[in-house]
């Protein structure tokens, strides 16, 4: 007998916080849905973040919607640890339809619908959203010698903690807000060392979350109507959340330019400065988590998915959410996952029960 394949008006791939926050919004529509999560509790990417790592974002201004975040005990900015219990509480609040631990393994085109291939069977869908984010993506760029180093190459992804690296020393690579944040702490227990392709830069101290996507929102409105207006990198790459102050103060955020090579024993620059290394941490991003969606052919030389908001521009039955500001202005943050969410079902719901 062959499998029974199971139906479904809206398939949502992932419960991060771009999959919850279409959820939100597709049960508000009325819409049936199912959300397809590959881990085995909720969080997301949050559950596999390192404990020390705080939002850009006050609690009130990093909440999905329909339910605030609460505030963290001691004021500051929310760890990884307090997103994930209110990413939890927030799955149990809506009753969302999650089921896991489920991975897809491929979104194929069907006659009617979109067929949706996973461990625990096929379901058929009007529309998929795709929602996976970056995490599952570490990218590490190529550099000379990097089989040659004797120490330990590590990513951002890999990263717990300092303890591991107490008396050592590391080479931090990235001029973002992960290896700045990283940086801060690593450097209270070892002996560090900044590289980054481009002289890295602060935001102000009053610049947070709240206030960059804002200013992306804003942008993409001028964008949208032929207009110019000034983006998140005209004023820095790195928010000055408390730790990466403290680290300032200490004279730690001090970066030298990239290094052209690793070594046996370090790195080394084309003058022919060597630097003797225990670890090298790659603090170099992520790409997007789409492999799912190969069959449907839909990237383009640049590896990203062309779309007309967050609709695929060559396949209309999908939209994607969460990944960056191509599927959004800042969908990759709680809150621009939200408002972008909003859109997307607005959109779908109009299409799939017009009138």
């Not at 709680?334 to 408002?339: F, M, P, Q, V």
Request: charged residues 20%; hydrophobic residues 40%.
């Amino acid at each position: 007998m062959a499998p029974t394949v199971r139906e479904v008006e809206v398939f949502v791939v992932g419960a991060g916080q771009a999959g919850l926050a279409a959820g939100f919004y597709l049960r508000r529509a009325g819409l049936d849905f199912v959300i397809a999560d590959a881990q085995d509790g909720p969080g997301g990417a949050w559950r596999h973040a390192w404990p020390s790592l705080r939002l850009f974002s006050p609690a009130q201004y990093s909440s999905l919607p329909g339910r605030m975040m609460p505030p963290t005990g001691d004021g500051a900015f929310p760890t990884a640890e307090h997103t994930v219990a209110y990413m939890a509480d927030y799955e149990r609040r809506y009753e969302l339809p999650i089921v896991r631990p489920v991975r897809v393994r491929a979104v194929r085109r069907g006659d009617e619908a979109l067929v949706v291939e996973t461990g625990e069977g096929d379901w058929r869908a009007r529309v998929v959203i795709s929602a996976t984010g970056t995490w599952w993506r570490p990218y590490v760029p190529h550099y000379p010698g990097m089989g040659e180093f004797q120490g330990r190459q590590l990513h951002t992804a890999h990263y717990t903690g300092p303890a591991p690296f107490a008396g050592r020393r590391v080479v931090i690579v990235g001029g973002g807000n992960s290896a700045a944040q990283i940086l801060a702490e690593v450097s209270t227990v070892a002996d560090t060392t900044w590289v980054t392709r481009r002289p890295p830069r602060l935001l102000p101290d009053e610049i947070d979350g709240k206030a960059l996507f804002d200013l992306a929102t804003r942008r993409q409105h001028a964008l949208d109507s032929g207009a110019t207006a000034p983006g998140i990198a005209d004023l820095g790459d790195i928010v000055a959340v408390p730790p990466v102050r403290a680290a300032r103060s200490r004279g730690v955020l001090k970066a030298e330019p990239m290094f052209a090579r690793l070594t046996s024993t370090g790195v080394a620059w084309e003058d022919g400065t060597e630097l003797r290394c225990d670890t090298v941490l790659w603090c170099t991003g992520f790409r997007p988590s789409m492999a799912h969606l190969a069959p449907l052919k839909l990237r383009g030389p640049d590896g990203l998915i062309a779309t007309e908001g967050t609709r695929a521009a060559a396949e209309p039955r999908l939209h994607l959410l969460g990944y960056g500001d191509w599927t959004g202005a800042a969908s990759a943050t709680l809150i621009g996952a939200s408002r972008t969410a909003k859109q997307a079902i607005t959109e779908i719901a109009r299409e799939l029960r017009p009138g």
